[in-house]
């Protein structure tokens, strides 16, 4: 679990990067 949820964190850091640059 811990490790998904690592996963997770850095997915949701990545697309706000892209979502903040896209815009």
Do not use: H, R
Not at 2 to 22: D, H, K, N, P, Q
Request: hydrophobic share 50%.
């Amino acid at each position: 679990e811990l490790a998904g949820l690592s996963v997770a964190t850095a997915v949701a850091e990545v697309c706000t990067f892209f979502c903040s640059g896209s815009v």
